[in-house]
């Protein structure tokens, strides 16, 4: 009977033991927290407020109940979003920004403070819709496409600019989109199409100029030509053309004796005869 009350005390104090090493591995672990690579944490004291210090990676100490550790993601992260803006000469454009962003570090318990965790979400939207719309609206139309690496440029810097004014830093901004109402593109399709016709009308008004211009050519060319002959004929003759017509003779008889189906038949009383006795001969 008496090693029962030491038994019972003996398993008490073990269970008193347990709890008190099961309330100190929660409080521990309640004092414990990890921060990943890619990230910063932002401290929250109950008594004093957001702490002005950024905590870096690995696993820190705070103090249970009274602390409390917001953690951010100060990787580079894409953005993408679309507006609907109205250029210089009235024309709607939609454009599509794409932006890489992250937050300023020295700066996280300001941005936790005023914007919270979801910063790049409340701020790039509007600030990317109201740089673009001011921007766009300093061009025409057709200057978007022909004038589109100043357009970029002038809305990177207005956004980089407005970026910083809430710590957030802009590594990238890009137009990926460009599109134009339906009106519009008609408008553009048609102008396209007037010119080139006017091209093509221009290119037949030079071609029939150019004809023109040989025919003319061409007519003084044998009226030179006609009067050189008349020139000579009135001072040689008609000699020359008398050795032309038998130099043409020549060769027409030449192609005549070489061709199967001509038969050769002499002048006068020979082919006569010929002729005659050809007439006979169908005649039986």
Known sequence: MAGGPAAVSFLTNIAKAAAGLG??????????????????AVIFDRFRGVLPETVGEGTHFLVPWLQKPFIFDIRTRPHNFSSNSGTKDLQMVNLTLRLLSRPDVVHLPTIFTSLGL?????????????????????????QLLTDRPHVSALVRDALIRRAREFNIILDDVAITHLSYGIEFSQAVEKKQVAQQEAERSKFLVAKA????????????????????????TAAAGTGLIELRRIEAAKEIAAELARSPNVAYIPAGDSGRMLLGLNASGFGR
């Open 23 to 40: 309330a100190a591995a929660s409080l521990l672990s309640a004092s414990l927290y990890t921060v990943d690579g890619g990230e910063r």
């Open 118 to 142: 979801e910063y790049d979400d409340k701020v790039l939207p509007s600030i990317g819709n109201e740089v673009l719309k001011a921007v766009v609206a300093q061009f025409n139309a057709d």
């Open 209 to 232: 100029e150019q004809e023109r211009r040989a025919a003319i050519v061409r007519a003084e060319g044998e009226s030179e030509s006609a009067r050189l002959i008349s020139e000579a």
